[in-house]
Structure formats: C-alpha cells, structure tokens
Nanobody
C-alpha cells in the first residue's frame, strides 16, 4: 500500500506561481514513476506532467509545457509540481498519482495509487 498526500494548493492571481508537493509513504518510492493530473470544473480529469522513477525523464501536457516543472526528491519520498505563469484555465483540483512501474504514460489507467487532491484556483 502506498499513501499519497498533496499539499501547496491555494488561491493565486493570474501570472503567479504555486508549488505543489506530494508526499508518499513506503520504501520503494524511487522505483516508481509519478504523475500529476488535474480536474477542472465540469471537465474530465487530464494529464499534466510525469516523471520516471529514479531518473529525471519528464513529460508534459502541451497546455502546461514551459510553465510547469515536475521534479522529485527520492530521499524525501516527494514529488513536486512548480507552476509558474498561472492562468485562470489552470484552476482545478490537482492529483498526484503513482505509476504502476518505473516508466510513465499520460494514461490514467497506468497509475495505481492516487492522492486526495489539492485545489488550485487562479483568479483573473
């Protein structure tokens, strides 16, 4: 079993920044890829970013590329999402998730553990 706890959400003005954190339990954190997803009001949950286990290979949704940065600290069992130049359309509940293996995909079905989510609201 793995537990994932997100933090760092909040209210920010457009153009501002937030840093989300996701703390994971367990001793095998570095062997799994991690991802961030989000669900905006009235929308389906969508992929945001992911990072492979151990190394720093990353991927991003086109909508956040160049503005968001995913990173991980395996010593702290934590994955981060730095969000800069935020836009009102980034408003959503953000979820972190553990991939079923070392490598990640953009598909939610390949992630087996999910956090409860943290709300991010960007005002215009």
């Amino acid at each position: 079993q793995m537990q994932l706890v997100e933090s760092g959400g909040g209210l920010v003005q457009a153009g501002g920044s937030l840093r989300l954190s996701c703390a994971a339990s367990g001793r095998t954190f570095s062997t799994y890829g991690m991802g961030w997803f989000r669900q905006g009001p009235g929308k389906e949950r969508e992929f945001v970013a992911s990072i492979n286990g151990g190394d720093t290979s990353t991927r991003y949704a086109d909508s956040v590329k160049g503005r968001f940065t995913i990173s991980r600290d395996n010593a702290k069992n934590t994955v981060y999402l730095q969000m800069d130049s935020l836009k009102p359309e980034d408003t959503a509940v953000y979820y972190c998730a553990r991939a079923a293996g070392y490598y990640t995909t953009t598909s939610q079905s390949t992630y087996d553990y999910w956090g409860q989510g943290t709300q991010v609201t960007v005002s215009s």
